[in-house]
């Protein structure tokens, strides 16, 4: 131990009249007996007491310190290491009377210090499931357990390093190469093979391989590579793969495991047959290959068949892998050779690059003692595969959900169509201009467009009526608007890409339209409508029960059938509206009041126009069907006494209102005031028979409309007028 700065620097005896002199002394007093420190002594105690007088600096002055080197010996067997313990610090404030209690009781204090610094080294890497290999990596760990120790022994607070004295790193050391003789996985028989290896210290290890500085890892190595060749290594892995990647790194963990414990790993491994005869090889590869005129790679697919010719040769250059061989060579010739050919070239004819491939390839093969017996390949080119058929689709996907969605002639009234196409292009010089881009892109683009000009020129009725029958009254000789679509896309397909047509399926899909449609469409609605006829307060009723169903969309509806909101309550409510609204406003004089057929005659002017209602207000047909209605059996008779009754109040009114009318036209009153009261007579005139109207001259007042010229009532058009 080299002491650098003694404790006689923090702490020294003075005589019991020397005081502490500045803020980082401080004066302890020790009774000798005990050792322990006491309060200052009175005059009693200091006449008979018998006492050691301290004076402790503490590192409130950082040059109160003291400094020291404590080395450890640890032994294994035959190789020894030193750790070295350096310390150094000052008495923490507060701690004064401890470290003078500790001084006092302690002869060569220093000394103490050192030897208990260096005793809490070795517990601490022999307790806890510690040792010593974790020096390196737990030494800021011990360094500070053994500070703790320090201030709570000493009342010292020291700075402590660990190092190993003289811990360089132990050298790399390289084996071989080596011959060796061993047996193989698959072999009775001992093979012979060179094997070269590097050991290097394990840096996460390092102290153990300072302990072992003098292991025999020649032995190990050699004992290692046996045990790993007759366990993993198969006589064809001897000849065809031994220093591949993958045998040299199942070696290497293998051998990693062996060199553990004396600190050591493998830093490079190499193996080299030295068996007799090299085999025949034979096998397959891929070969991909970006030709600048393409945007897909070319790949070709090769099998080999090497048989050695000249054994000699072949040991000369090193008994190079086969596999390894034919792998590198290939990927270095097949570029080479077909860079020299365009690529509509090599695609309309192979054979002269195959060619060239063949004779590169054996002239090296030659340089290595081999032959190249075989050489087959298959070309894999994207064009080539258009020849036996290509798939496209156009259809609505979850990344795409209007990829099918097309707009018809009607602005904003799309309709959905998928096209599911499978073709096949019959002769690849045909297309020439095609052979360097994404073929079947381009048949998708093509195809999309030709649909969507289709449809952009074609009205929803006829897509949706006529999909797969002709509109023979619009359009003669016109046939189903599929089989039109579907001739077009096959002739697109012959005339611009010298395809013909394997599949095609064109699948119409719903639409938020079709679905709309749907919902109101797929049952019938039933609807009673009960009215007075006429406008008059306790006219005889009329009930009309009936269900009508959704036909299509009306030819010209599709805007309002889009913009309307349509369910069917609201269907039922306004055909029951249409209906009861239009024998409400029949005048009471008509022929419904006096016969049956009158009345039937009246509900079919109401259901037509009910019918007119819906499709103006919606855009839809519809078709009513299982009409019946109820009536009053005193209709007849009700219509006459309130005629008779009537007729006076009638004629009363009618009188005064042609009074009115005179009196206007002599005081020229405006056309608008004579028009309303000419109105007035006229609505007054009309609720009475026209034989009761003529009987009490007003032969010159317009006859009832009869029940065939009533004009349609508008459903909202309830009210008593």
């Given amino acids: 131990m080299s002491q650098t700065v003694s404790i006689s620097e923090i702490i020294r005896l003075v005589s019991d009249n020397i005081e502490a002199r500045s803020n980082y002394e401080q004066r302890v007093v020790i009774e000798r007996e005990t050792g322990q420190a006491v309060p200052a002594p009175n005059v009693l105690q200091y006449m008979f007491g018998n006492f050691n007088y301290y004076i402790v600096a503490n590192n409130r002055n950082p040059q109160k310190a003291i400094a020291g080197r404590k080395n450890v010996k640890y032994r294994e067997v035959n190789e020894e290491v030193v750790f070295v313990i350096d310390y150094k610090g000052g008495c923490r404030p507060g701690a004064e009377t401890r470290l003078a209690q500790f001084f006092h009781g302690t002869k060569g204090a220093d000394k103490v210090i050192a030897d208990d610094l260096g005793k809490w080294l070795i517990e601490f890497f022999s307790t806890n499931n510690r040792t010593i290999d974790q020096f390196y990596s737990a030494k800021n760990s011990a360094s500070a357990d053994l500070a703790a120790k ?101 070696l290497q963990d293998h051998l990693n495991s062996l060199l553990k414990k004396f600190g050591r790993r493998v830093a490079f491994v190499s193996l080299k047959s030295a068996g007799e005869q090299p085999l025949s090889h034979s096998g397959d590869t891929t070969i991909e290959y970006q030709h600048h005129e393409s945007t897909e790679p070319i790949k070709l697919k090769i099998s080999v068949l090497m ?43 192979f054979r002269p690059a195959k060619q060239k491939i063949i004779e590169e390839m054996n002239r090296r093969a030659g340089t290595i003692g081999y032959k190249i017996e075989q050489l087959m390949t298959l070309i894999s080119m994207e064009p080539l595969k258009w020849r036996k058929g290509f798939d496209i689709s156009i259809k609505n996907t979850p990344g795409a959900p209007n990829a099918a969605m097309f707009e018809t002639s009607v602005a904003g009234v799309y309709v959905g169509l998928e096209v599911h196409l499978t073709a096949r292009v019959k002769d690849l010089r045909e297309i020439t201009h095609y052979l360097t881009s994404d073929l079947p892109q381009k048949v998708k683009e093509k195809i999309f467009w030709l649909v969507q000009n289709t449809l952009h020129a074609t009205d929803p009725q006829q897509f949706y009526k ?94 309002k059938f889009r913009e309307r909101d349509v369910t069917a309550e609201k269907l039922t409510k306004r055909v029951t509206d249409s209906v009861t609204a239009f ?139």
């Avoid at 009761?692 to 032969?699: E, F, P, Q, T």
Wanted: proline share 5%.
């Fill in 307 to 349: 048989n050695p010719e000249d054994a000699t040769r072949y040991r000369a250059k090193g008994s190079k892998p086969l596999a390894k061989w034919l792998q590198q060579n290939l990927e270095e010739v097949v570029p080479t050779v077909l860079f020299r050919f365009t690529y509509v070239d090599l695609l309309l004819d």
């Fill in 150 to 250: 320090a201030l709570s022994e000493f009342g010292l607070d020291l700075t402590i390093t660990l190092t190993v004295e003289n811990d360089k790193q132990p050298e790399t050391v390289e084996i071989g190469p080596l011959i060796l003789t061993s047996r193989l996985l698959d072999s009775d028989d001992e093979e012979k093979l060179s094997v070269k290896a590097e050991i290097e210290p394990d840096p996460q290890n390092l102290l153990r391989a300072l302990l072992n500085q003098k292991a025999p890892l020649t032995e190990e190595l050699q004992k290692g590579v046996r045990q790993y060749l007759a366990k993993r290594v198969t006589l064809d892995t001897y000849y065809r793969d031994l220093n591949s990647e993958r045998v040299k790194q199942g």
């Fill in 583 to 721: 024998i409400k406003r029949t005048p009471e004089t008509t022929a419904a009041w006096f016969s049956q057929e009158a009345v039937v005659e009246l509900i079919k002017h109401a259901l037509n126009s009910a019918r007119v209602l819906i499709d103006d207000e919606f855009g839809l047909s519809i078709k009513l069907a299982t009409i019946s209605w109820e009536w009053d059996e005193s209709l007849i008779k009700i219509a006459k006494l309130r005629n008779e009754e009537d007729v006076e109040a009638i004629h009363t009114r009618v009188t005064k209102l042609k009074a009115r009318l005179f009196d206007l036209y002599e005081y020229d009153a405006s056309q608008e005031e004579i028009d309303e009261v000419r109105a007035a007579i006229t609505r007054l005139t009309a609720m009475m028979p026209a034989s009761l109207a003529s009987s009490i001259g007003y032969r010159e007042l317009p006859e009832p409309p009869t029940i065939k010229k009533l004009p349609a009532a508008e459903a909202d058009s309830q009210q008593t007028q």
């Fill in 466 to 559: 006529h999909y797969r029958e002709g509109d023979k009254k619009n359009r003669p000789g016109g046939g189903a608007f599929e089989h039109e679509l579907r001739n077009k896309i096959c002739y697109l397909l012959e005339s611009e890409f010298n395809a013909e047509t394997i599949q095609l399926v064109l699948k119409p899909t719903d639409t938020d339209l079709t679905s709309k449609l749907f919902e109101v469409a797929k049952t019938s609605h039933d609807f009673v409508a009960t009215s007075e006829i006429g406008a008059t307060p306790g006219a005889p009723k009329i009930t009309v029960y009936g269900s009508f169903t959704v036909e299509m969309v009306s030819s010209d509806g599709w805007e």
